[in-house]
């Protein structure tokens, strides 16, 4: 006899039902499928009205993130195997309006992200003829940790303060407006500066830690945010010793 | 509680957290783990006060003391800020914690100058 595992899914489709429901589905249990596969089991067999993100199934993406026993995943990484005997409770990311079963609106993270600038942010741009900008690995190693985020959310889950702070800039945009001011070639930590030490940017953040725990890629936001915080208090005290200094 | 003086705070905050996580399990371990179970001989109490009176040591008392309230203050803020979703007491929970951090300080200072 195949075995089987219950998955419990949230389900929401706003043009039949106002409040979201659970459904309930049986899968057969495979312990090599990860819980993004016991999803497409149910979109390709059981229910095709299922709706949910995906791409890589490689934890690359960061598109899969979801809630699974009340802990935010990238399902394509969580094993079934895991969560034995079941049933799996499957519920969209917490902290982001939900469109549509397990698929969160993300336009206030992409919002956010875009305030702190996360390119590379130059004065002035030496002409090509001057040759590429050249970075030792120590340099590189200096940001490298923050570069490897997938903006999969699963740190806005996480962070009680997220939801509660409307201002909030959040854990992923934070650590990405680090990459970018801990990177050599970068000018811009200034100007980010601005966005983030106002308001409720980084200073809403009472150091929980959880967003550091669930991160899939080691980025340590956690400690991203601690660092700002540090560097703004400096600048801070700056300006107040030298208030003529540009900040 | 405007959020300009939120750099200050914090640094008040983190000063504290740090000086009372490396100062203070040092005295609780010498004064009460290795002084009672005869590990180390402390100086006698009058010796001690001698000690507390150096002007050195009155303004590290007091630099601990201080930053320490400063930092119960801003940990029990949020934690009742945030913990228990007080919003609109924002300015009312500032006053009363940051207010007890000042009063504590200024209770210290008047101990360390004419007390002790
Ligand atoms: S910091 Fe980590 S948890 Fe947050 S979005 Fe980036 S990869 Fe995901
Ligand atoms: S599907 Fe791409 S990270 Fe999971």
Redesign the pocket.
């Known amino acids: 006899m195949a075995e089987s595992i219950t998955i419990e899914v949230q389900r929401y489709r706003p043009e039949e039902q106002s409040q979201p429901s659970w459904q309930t589905y049986e899968v057969p249990f495979q312990p090599e499928w990860m819980v993004l596969d016991a999803l497409n089991y149910i979109k390709d067999n059981l229910d095709g009205t299922l709706s949910y993100r995906w791409s890589c199934r490689m934890g690359v993406c960061?598109s899969c993130?979801m809630m699974v026993n009340g802990e935010?995943v990238l399902t394509c990484a969580a094993y079934l195997k895991g969560f034995t005997p079941g049933p799996i409770r499957v519920e969209p990311l917490t902290g982001f309006p939900v469109i549509r079963d397990l698929i969160g609106d993300m336009s206030d993270f992409l919002e956010k992200l875009s305030r702190v600038s996360p390119w590379i942010m130059r004065e002035e741009e030496p002409p090509l003829s001057k040759g590429e900008h050249l970075q030792t690995p120590e340099q590189l190693a200096e940001y490298k940790g923050y570069s490897?985020?997938?903006?999969?959310?699963?740190?806005?889950a996480?962070c009680p303060i997220y939801e509660l702070e409307p201002g909030f800039i959040g854990?992923?945009a934070i650590?990405?407006a680090q990459r970018y001011n801990l990177d050599s070639r970068d000018q811009g930590a200034a100007e980010r500066m601005k966005t983030l030490s106002d308001a409720e940017g980084i200073w809403a953040c009472t150091f929980v830690g959880e967003?550091s725990t669930?991160?899939?890629?080691?980025?340590?936001?956690a400690g991203a945010i601690q660092r700002y915080k540090l560097a703004a208090t400096v600048d801070h005290f700056k300006s107040m010793v030298l208030p003529w200094s540009e900040r | 509680m405007g959020r300009v003086k939120e750099p200050i705070l914090w640094a008040l905050f983190s000063g504290g957290g740090m000086v009372a996580a490396l100062v203070l399990p040092a005295l609780v371990f010498l004064l009460w783990i290795a002084a009672p179970l005869g590990w180390v001989t402390l100086p006698s109490y009058g010796e001690l006060v001698e000690l507390v009176r150096h002007p050195i040591s009155r303004l590290s008392i007091f630099a601990l003391a201080s930053l320490s309230f400063y930092h119960w203050a801003h940990r029990f803020r949020y934690t009742l800020y945030d913990g228990l979703q007080l919003y609109h007491l924002n300015e009312l929970i500032a006053v009363l914690t940051y207010g007890s951090a000042t009063l504590l300080t200024l209770a210290a200072g008047f101990l360390l100058v004419a007390v002790v």
């Open positions: 960061g993130g935010p490897m985020c997938i903006n999969c959310m699963l740190c806005y996480a854990p992923a650590a990405l967003c669930v991160c899939p890629k080691n980025v340590d936001p």
